[in-house]
């Protein structure tokens, strides 16, 4: 219809429609918090589901994780989990299979749950680590590998 129309197209600002206010993305946030009972789980769980904006809380005590979705600021759900006694922090973690070296220092933790390793950006292995040299030694891109055949 108008000038206001096509730079509708272009533009998108979601916003509240009650308030007029800009209206925080959907996210998922994870938090790992140390739980040792129900009492404690029920307690991190309440502290949260009231919160504007949450959608769906889920508490895996067994992991010791939270995880958070709705349209929130992760940081509030950090400090909402903090403020009920609980040393709380970000999910450190993320699957063993998303790592290229899984089992070296940087990425292996003992404490982690089966099947993750910690999220880590120097997760690489040592160039001169003596397992890359014995793969590399008889390797296919080798031209000098041995072919023993």
């Known amino acids: 219809m108008g000038v206001l129309?096509?730079?509708?197209?272009?533009?998108?600002?979601?916003l509240s429609p009650t308030?007029?206010?800009?209206?925080?993305p959907m996210q998922t946030v994870e938090i790992k918090v140390k739980m040792d009972c129900d009492g404690c789980?029920?307690?991190v769980r309440n502290s949260v589901a009231y919160m504007k904006g949450v959608k769906e809380v889920e508490?895996?005590?067994k992991q010791s994780k939270v995880t958070v979705s709705g349209y929130i600021d992760r940081n509030r759900v950090l400090k909402k989990i903090q403020n009920t006694g609980k040393r709380?922090?970000?999910w450190p973690y993320i699957p063993y299979n998303l790592v290229a070296y899984p089992y070296i220092s940087q990425a292996?933790?003992?404490?982690?749950?089966?099947g993750y390793v910690?999220?880590?950006m120097q997760a690489l292995s040592t160039p001169n680590a003596m397992d890359e040299k014995l793969t590399n030694l008889f390797s296919d891109e080798n031209p000098n590998a041995c072919s023993i055949m």
């Open 5 to 14: 129309d096509k730079l509708s197209d272009y533009f998108s600002v979601s």
């Open 108 to 114: 292996y933790d003992k404490k982690a749950p089966a």
């Open 19 to 24: 308030t007029g206010k800009k209206c925080k």
């Open 88 to 90: 709380a922090e970000f």
């Open 59 to 61: 508490v895996n005590r």
């Open 41 to 43: 789980e029920r307690k």
């Open 118 to 120: 910690k999220n880590s």
